[in-house]
């Protein structure tokens, strides 16, 4: 059976120079190989068998899910990162399943109720609290019940360099941390370009914004629909990348200039604005008081991994990986005497 797997390697070998190959890679704990599935497909199989891969589909992208089945989720968004993520890689012909995995993997570790909830479990965390650093933490440390997936050393290093926060979408070397494979600095850039559009057709949907509130320039260059302007994205970083010969995964100056402008404009927009100050005070009342009240009660399904962690510590995972409807049932049995429930 053993030969399937040589067989797929084998024709890896067909992959631009430069590309990834599974049979070069390696893990923190050696393993015997699949017979029939290559490394980087075995840790795709793992992710999406994980349980926070589940949890994606109830936890917020930028718009609490509870609002409307139509909006993105944080599994919709990294579904449509996974997709972007392989059209690019199979058209430069690099290594797709690498790819793939580190896409299903990048937003494992982000917490319930979006990045509201990052930014109040930053506050409450001892150590500071970024979701990429978490994913890791998470493929690493908590799934599998403590014992980690024990993931290639390429995919554990993509998930951690996904996260770009509001710096350049490529940094220049030696400056922010980019992926060491060409497959991760893909998923790095298919989830901006994810984000960007599925964002902006979210807010449409949601009534905040209107299409010609997108700034008029990003609509000439990318396209006035959310088709047109992922393909226009697509098309561009496959001819940019091809035109330095895959030396780099890269995107044209007016490309990017104008995706860094539509980042902007969410922020402006989107993202301070898409929960009312209302809600934004309930959601942080919410885990605050979550997170002080577990602290003093210590619930008895708490793991108790990773070993020689402090109990914030561990409370912090536990709260990062609820999803949102998780957190409010947990919330309200917290705060609502029984009788009324
Ligand atoms: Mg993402």
Do not use: W
């Not at 797929?8 to 390696?26: I, K, V």
């Amino acid at each position: 059976m053993n030969s399937i797997r040589l067989a797929l390697e084998e024709r890896e070998n067909n992959l631009h120079p430069r590309a990834a190959r599974s049979c070069n890679s390696s893990r923190t704990k050696p393993e015997q190989r699949s017979p029939v599935r290559t490394e980087f497909q075995r840790d795709r199989d793992r992710i999406l068998h994980s349980k926070a891969f589940r949890r994606l589909k109830h936890k917020t992208q930028v718009f609490f899910s509870p609002e409307g089945d139509h909006f993105r989720t944080r599994l919709t968004h990294t579904l449509e990162v996974s997709q972007i993520a392989r059209t690019i890689a199979r058209a430069l012909n690099i290594n797709e399943d690498l790819s793939e995995a580190v896409a299903l993997g990048h937003d494992l570790g982000h917490t319930p109720f979006g990045h509201l909830g990052e930014t109040i479990l930053d506050q409450l965390s001892e150590t500071g609290f970024r979701h990429n650093e978490q994913s890791l933490r998470v493929v690493d440390l908590l799934e599998n019940e403590g014992l980690g997936l024990n993931l290639t050393v390429e995919v554990r290093d993509g998930i951690a360099g996904h996260s770009k926060g509001r710096g350049p979408i490529m940094p220049l070397p030696g400056r922010g941390k980019l992926p060491q494979t060409l497959e991760g600095q893909v998923v790095r850039i298919a989830d901006i370009i994810a984000y960007v559009n599925h964002d902006l057709d979210d807010a449409i949907r949601a009534g905040l914004i209107t299409l010609e509130d997108i700034p008029a320039a990003a609509r000439l260059l990318l396209g006035d629909t959310y088709a047109r302007r992922i393909d226009a994205i697509v098309l561009d970083v496959i001819a940019a990348t091809r035109a330095c010969d895959l030396e780099k995964i890269a995107v044209s100056e007016p490309v990017c200039e104008e995706m860094m402008n539509l980042r902007t404009f969410l922020y402006k927009k989107v993202y301070l604005r898409s929960e009312s100050e209302l809600q934004r005070k309930q959601i942080e009342n919410l885990l605050r008081t979550l997170y002080h009240h577990l602290l003093n009660y210590p619930p008895q399904g708490l793991a108790a991994y990773p070993a020689g962690d402090s109990l914030q510590r561990r409370i912090v995972d536990y709260i990062a990986g609820m999803t949102d409807r998780f957190a409010l049932h947990l919330f309200n049995r917290l705060v609502m005497p029984e009788f009324l429930l």
